[in-house]
């Protein structure tokens, strides 16, 4: 919702601080601190965290099919900024690689060894694709693999170990199947982000789709969508917006894409009574049943 030139002010006040007349600078730019003292990486609508040893300051979003990246590396008065068109643009990943060029010689070299040939002990990434459902917030993550890599995000995932690769940024992500179910976890700056297991892949007819057919309305959001059942898939519209498929993950519950995992309830007579939305950035928002 701005351009190259107002964003190129925005990034020179963090250095000249002429908005606000004091702490607003500091303020969005001081880690946030969990109930149990745990300091963060999320400040003010700000991400903090290192790349290649330097501080960098961060913001990404998308809305409306676009996708956007600010990087600010603070210590050397560099930004990046990376305004795409396309929602499913590696935002993240294209800002950093910006970042390499200009920053050559100050970054440090992250030396990754490649896995040995042959090595046991480090099993072909496809082993580890697939999609992934933490059963706390409803969210959804899918990585793919080819030539030997494993990719997320629009980009390929750096790897650190048998079972270890970085993501876009500074989290850590972690495959474990010690009890024959592929499970992963995300840490990110001592907190732990996500955490689930590899979802089998659900198929269902349109008999079974039809029970979740209808329209749905929610009195929190003043908007109603109406699901419906198009070449064997369950479809999502919303007013005069292109249809959304939703693919089923598990029982009741469908996954939306940038739209978010909807999880659908029943009542005592197992009829589809409603679901609640979980997105990025809310989560069980209820919508009921109206036909």
Known sequence: MSSVDDLLLWDENFYTNKLGRGALV????????LNNGTRIGYALGLELSTYRGLPIVE??????GYSTEILRFPEQRFAVVCLCNVSSAAVGSLSRNVADVFLENTLQIEVIAPPPPGDSNLPDSSAFAGKYLDPRTHAVYSFSASNGSLAAWGSSLKRLGPNRFRDLGSGIITFDNADGVMRISLDMDGAKVFSGSRVAEVHLGDRALAFFAGE?????????????IDKGSLVLRNNFGPLLKLTPIAQDEFDGGDLGDLVFHRDANHRVSGFSLFSFRARNIGFNKVN
């Open 216 to 228: 749905y309305k929610s009195a929190e959001l003043d908007a109603t969508y109406k699901l419906s």
């Open 26 to 33: 500091k303020e969005m730019q001081t880690r946030g601190v």
């Open 59 to 64: 913001h990404a979003g998308g809305l409306f």
